[in-house]
């Protein structure tokens, strides 16, 4: 089955429990999903697998630390090294932050596009302004993953 990772960023815990929640939603659609941290990135290389990115924004359009290390990382790395990836970015911010609105999850969006993996839904942002609960958003998110996963697991005969 195709492996499930999720990679998150987050200073105050708030993307942190998004990815958790997450993480229950695709168990509970059936996907084999684990959260990864920097001890074991290297399991998204060279092999088929889905990553869902979770990421806050902080500072002034900045990267949460944990993330700032796996972005360089990987824009030093060899090309072709993600390319067996598909990903989808869930980015949470606060557009009262003007034009670093989901900066984090923007630059992350478009570093896995420059590496050849493939999104297979658009970047998504949820907006601290708009939403209370970043589950309200997060969810629905994860379930439209987890049936577009499905369908591409039934699709090759793994479900
Ligand atoms: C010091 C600070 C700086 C922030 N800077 C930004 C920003 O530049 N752009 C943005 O969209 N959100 C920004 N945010 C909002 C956070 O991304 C948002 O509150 C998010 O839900 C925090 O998630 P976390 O608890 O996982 O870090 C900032 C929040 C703080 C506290």
Same mark, same amino acid.
């Given at each position: 089955?195709?492996?499930?990772? /999720? @990679?998150? +960023?987050?200073?105050?815990?708030? !993307?942190?429990?998004?990815? %958790?929640?997450?993480?229950?939603?695709?168990?509970? *659609?059936?996907?084999?999903?684990?959260?990864?941290?920097?001890?074991?990135?290297? /399991? @998204?290389? +060279?092999?088929?697998?889905?990553? !869902?990115?979770?990421?806050? %924004?902080?500072?002034?359009?900045?990267?949460?630390? *944990?993330?700032?290390?796996?972005?360089?990382?990987?824009?030093?790395?060899?090309?072709?090294?993600?390319?067996?990836?598909?990903?989808?970015?869930?980015?949470?911010?606060?557009?009262?932050?003007?034009?670093?609105?989901?900066?984090?999850?923007?630059?992350?969006?478009?570093?896995?596009?420059?590496?050849?993996?493939?999104?297979?839904?658009?970047?998504?942002?949820?907006?601290?302004?708009?939403?209370?609960?970043?589950?309200?958003?997060?969810?629905?998110?994860?379930?439209?993953?987890?049936?577009?996963?499905?369908?591409?697991?039934?699709?090759?005969?793994?479900?």
């Amino acid at each position: 089955m195709l492996p499930v990772y /999720l @990679i998150f +960023g987050s200073v105050y815990g708030t !993307a942190e429990m998004v990815a %958790t929640e997450t993480l229950s939603i695709f168990e509970n *659609n059936g996907l084999a999903a684990s959260i990864l941290d920097e001890s074991n990135w290297h /399991l @998204i290389e +060279g092999e088929a697998a889905f990553v !869902a990115i979770i990421t806050s %924004t902080t500072g002034a359009g900045d990267l949460p630390e *944990n993330i700032e290390k796996f972005y360089q990382h990987y824009s030093k790395s060899e090309a072709g090294l993600l390319k067996k990836i598909s990903y989808s970015v869930l980015a949470l911010g606060d557009s009262s932050y003007g034009n670093t609105f989901c900066m984090a999850g923007k630059r992350l969006d478009a570093l896995l596009g420059e590496l050849n993996a493939t999104r297979i839904k658009d970047l998504t942002m949820i907006d601290a302004c708009e939403v209370f609960d970043p589950m309200e958003a997060a969810a629905p998110w994860a379930e439209k993953i987890s049936s577009i996963l499905a369908d591409e697991l039934i699709a090759e005969g793994s479900l």
